[in-house]
């Protein structure tokens, strides 16, 4: 089942809120000089973010991603959103710069703020979205969050019995129409149009066991994610289901 954030209060705490919140329909909005909670269980979402444009323009030197994503990791346990068995595994992290209310990419040097992608894993086989990271952290360079957005946080849910797996020699002849996006992050704007890999080339390594998140139906879909080597990251994942 998905949190419904029936603990919105000790949540708040957390992320520093000490006023009630507004009440809309389901939802529960916290706010205070530079910051703004809002918790949809409607939609399956948590996002806070600041307020104030100068939270992200501090001077000062970034963390690395891993000490950020242990900060993050950290927080997250704290909120009680997802269950005691599930870990996260960082997944990407790119360097943005405000302009006009947006964070655009850019590089580290020109940077204003951290961005750290995240997804949950169970039994260390990744759990994934289509299209968009479970988690999304955002910090300054003082190191400070000042942004971070959970999509679809589960409560409980049972894993499949992973039987009757397609072979990586199938995957190899599968035709591109049998692959779908999980998670694009492309490296430059001309990446965002670039599609499925050659599968001829592809090679073992390039290939692991994953889940996909079904909203819907509350299940996890067992796929096979595939990464281009042509990239600089692997933020750029293509999925096919597992089961023949």
């Not at 809002?38 to 001077?59: G, I, M, N, V, W």
Request: proline letters at 9%; aromatic letters at 12%.
């Amino acid at each position: 089942s998905f949190t419904n954030f029936s603990n919105h209060q000790e949540i708040a705490a957390s992320l520093g809120f000490t006023t009630k919140p507004q009440s809309f329909n389901n939802i529960k909005i916290y706010s205070n000089d530079n910051f703004a909670l809002t918790l949809d269980p409607d939609h399956h979402q948590l996002s806070y973010s600041f307020l104030d444009s100068q939270l992200a323009t501090k001077s000062g030197t970034f963390n690395s991603p891993t000490e950020l994503f242990s900060k993050t990791t950290s927080l997250i346990t704290q909120l009680n959103i997802f269950p005691t068995s599930f870990s996260f595994q960082l997944t990407n992290t790119d360097y943005r710069q405000l302009e006009d209310a947006y964070l655009i990419p850019t590089t580290i040097n020109q940077a204003n703020v951290a961005q750290l992608s995240i997804i949950p894993t169970v039994n260390n086989i990744p759990i994934y979205l289509q299209e968009q990271p479970g988690i999304t952290a955002v910090y300054n360079r003082q190191n400070a969050l000042i942004k971070l957005d959970i999509y679809i946080p589960i409560n409980t849910i049972s894993e499949p019995v992973e039987t009757n797996l397609i072979s990586f020699d199938l995957i190899k002849t599968l035709p591109p129409s049998s692959f779908f996006p999980v998670s694009i992050t492309p490296d430059s704007p001309e990446q965002a149009w670039t599609g499925v890999p050659p599968l001829d080339q592809i090679t073992p390594q390039q290939v692991a066991f994953s889940y996909l998140l079904d909203p819907k139906n509350n299940l996890l879909q067992p796929i096979f994610t595939l990464t281009d080597p042509s990239k600089t990251s692997n933020s750029y994942i293509y999925a096919t289901l597992a089961y023949p």
